[in-house]
């Protein structure tokens, strides 16, 4: 088991990320360690989860982090109240057993089935356990604030409450500029921090997610049902009256989900981070799915009938130490046979992205490789995110550990940088440490790499990261003890 603290940037503290083999070997049964970090100059909605095999399918939480005068330093009007909704998916199967065959296979797992709110899947599920629909109370006019996290593992979703409009205020601990809507939009590894008023005729309403299915051509690997939840009016009469459900989004609809994914943009307050503007490093990454030849370990794999289904940024096929965790190497001077310091900046080949045209056995191969892209201390990076049209177009959420990173800007098709350039939000872009790469297009983010460590990148889609869709950067050591990545803890556990 090991834990990563999402969206914590750990300055000072790399050893207590969290990412089995990349900074820390596992925890294996019976033993302990201790997670010692700050979160100083953070506050807003974040979690924390399992960050191996599929375990972050139930072990997840809530990690809220208020501002240190309290409620009333928020920069939008005080709520009533306060709700944290986590969102999540249920396999009836063991998620380790479901992680094993896809890994041994080379298959992607079976979709979800059912998705949860707080836990508990709602009332159009045939569950036998009774009690198994989360509730929230409200009073007339009151105004709650909504702490949305997506912690499934799969599956971005749509969120509505039947009746009721949300303010959004904040998105990744990141506070916004208020922005007003009657969906959430949310990918695997984002929170949205979001104020709710009670203003519909008292009742009782159903608080709604279904998912977005972004893959183009269309092969659903996700449950096509819906979670819910109940909102229920203090006072509102018979309880025993069914709510009504919202009308959801078509699982399909990209046009809903980057109007929101979009439009959002940055509360520039004073003393926070504002957009760089000279770039040190520039990376062109396609991110998408393909294929590779089975690993030696993968031994169910069927060779006979060729590569299996594989993920890659850049066309390096990301696969995680077996021995020594890329901190220790890094920190000892001993990456050889760990890691190697050559993930390129551009792909190996430059074709047509998002064509169909492009969608063939020679551009689909990708091997497997443990490398990594290393960064002087303080340098400025902008990285151009391209998502392919490889096996399928899709949207891939991208979490950066360590960092934020403001989105610049965002597009369909092949990424055009004259074109581009003209639409980069360099005054208020949105905040954030994961970005849903739009379905057959791209995402400009720019961030400044001032901590040290081994800081993993990767597609929060695990059945994607497990295949490869992630790589490492190795941001070196500033000049002070500060700037310098500190000793392991004692409690570090070995391999």
């Known amino acids: 088991m090991t834990i990563h603290w ?88 063991n998620v380790y057993d479901l992680h094993e065959t896809a890994f041994l296979s080379g298959q992607p797992a079976g979709p979800a089935n059912a998705y949860t709110i707080n836990g508990k899947p709602g009332d159009l599920y045939n569950c036998s356990a009774p009690n198994h629909t989360h509730k929230i109370e409200v009073r007339h006019n009151e105004t709650t604030l909504l702490r949305i996290i997506n912690a499934a593992l799969n599956t971005p979703l749509f969120f509505k409450v039947k009746d009721h409009t949300f303010t959004v205020v904040a998105a990744d601990a990141c506070y916004t500029t208020p922005y007003k809507t009657d969906v959430v939009v949310i990918a695997p590894g984002q929170t949205v921090d979001a104020l709710m008023v009670a203003d519909a005729v008292a009742g009782r309403y159903y608080m709604a997610v279904s998912p977005y299915d972004s893959a183009i051509p269309g092969n659903p690997a996700f449950s096509m049902t819906t979670g819910t939840a109940v909102l229920e009016y203090v006072g509102a009469g018979n309880a025993t009256v069914p709510p009504v459900l919202p009308p959801q989004p078509d699982y399909n609809d990209t046009a809903t989900a980057h109007k929101f994914l979009s439009n959002l943009t940055a509360l520039v307050l004073p003393g926070r981070p504002t957009v760089p503007l000279d770039v040190d490093t520039r990376m062109f990454v396609t991110v998408g799915l393909g294929v590779s030849d089975c690993l030696p370990d993968q031994t169910m794999c069927n060779r006979s009938e060729g590569p299996v289904f594989s993920s890659s940024m850049n066309n390096a096929s990301f696969v995680l130490p077996r021995t020594t965790s890329m901190l220790e190497a890094h920190y000892g001077g001993a990456s050889a046979g760990v890691y190697t310091r050559d993930f390129p900046d551009r792909p190996p080949i430059v074709f047509d992205y998002t064509s169909a045209a492009s969608n063939n056995a020679t551009m689909q191969y990708t091997e497997k490789s443990t490398k990594v892209k290393t960064l002087k201390y303080n340098a400025t990076v902008e990285m151009v995110l391209q998502n392919t049209a490889l096996i399928a177009k899709e949207s891939h959420p991208m979490h950066l550990h360590g960092f934020n990173f403001f989105v610049l800007a965002q597009g369909f098709g092949n990424y055009n940088e004259t074109a581009a350039v003209s639409q980069f939000n360099l005054v208020n872009p949105q905040e954030r440490n994961t970005v849903a790469v739009p379905t057959g297009g791209w995402a400009v983010i720019r961030f400044v790499a001032d901590n040290p460590g081994m800081w993993y990148m990767h597609c929060h889609f695990d059945a994607h990261l497990d295949l490869g869709l992630g790589m490492v950067f190795e941001v070196q050591n500033g000049t002070t003890a500060d700037t310098s990545v500190p000793p392991p803890p004692r409690d570090l556990p070995l391999c």
């Open 6 to 93: 999402h969206g914590i940037f750990q300055r000072g503290t790399p050893w207590a990320d969290g990412p089995t083999m990349v900074t820390q070997c596992p925890v294996w049964q019976g033993g302990n360690y201790t997670y010692r970090f700050n979160v100083t100059g953070q506050e807003g909605t974040l979690w924390w989860h399992a960050h191996i095999s599929f375990l972050r399918a139930t072990v997840y939480g809530a990690l809220v982090i208020l501002p240190r005068a309290g409620a009333g330093a928020y920069p939008f009007p005080k709520p009533d109240k306060e709700e944290i909704l986590m969102f999540g998916e249920w396999w009836n199967a």
